[in-house]
């Protein structure tokens, strides 16, 4: 028998990833994110409570990185996403390299997308914004022999909001448009 609980959002997990981005001052800050949506195959949003220090930045700058988190550096992703920016220096967490569009990577970080910031839809408590993906730099050694991301080596972490926990990504249990295909009912 199902049990409604309400207007509860029940997509979770989804992908942790760190934000990266320069301000006006060229310092770099980094803040942890798992409100995170596909839309489409060359945009993605982010959800940043209005509260977080970030918004000032990813406002006035219009670019952000988007870096994949593994369990290599878990520890650090959390703690980013529990001090603000407007407290704590936070731009010597990561070692980094600077990105085409002058946003911060991750060396550490096995996907980093560097995207613009096309769009923000305001909601009362938080900023969705709309970024356009620009270029996706991704480890060779996360690469299969046809040139695509192998997430059976790559494991991201993933976060779940219920229990407010991160898990690595399982294991495949099937190929899509094909495990189907033989489908009786």
């Known amino acids: ?4 609980l309400g207007p509860l959002v029940a997509l979770y997990p989804t992908p942790t990833v760190i934000v990266g981005m320069i301000d006006e001052y060229e310092k770099v800050n980094w803040i942890n994110i798992a409100h995170v949506g596909i839309i489409g195959t060359d945009s993605i949003m982010l959800s940043i409570h209005k509260n977080h220090f970030s918004n000032e930045i990813i406002k006035d700058k219009y670019a952000v990185s988007i870096n994949i988190v593994t369990e290599d550096f878990l520890k650090a992703a959390d703690f980013v996403g529990i001090v603000s920016g407007r407290k704590v220096d936070k731009s010597n967490v990561f070692e980094y390299t600077v990105g085409i569009r002058n946003v911060p990577m991750i060396n550490l970080s096995p996907i980093v997308m560097e995207c613009e910031v096309r769009d923000n839809y ?31 080596i790559l494991k991201p972490i993933i976060f779940e909001m219920p229990t407010k926990s991160y898990y690595k990504l399982g294991e495949k249990v099937g190929e899509c448009w094909k495990i189907g295909e033989d489908f009786e009912k």
């Open 122 to 152: 305001e909601t009362k408590d938080h900023n969705q914004y709309i970024l356009k993906i620009r270029h996706t730099h991704v480890k060779a050694e996360f690469l299969n022999s046809q040139g695509k991301i192998n997430y059976d």
């Open 1 to 4: 028998m199902w049990k409604n």
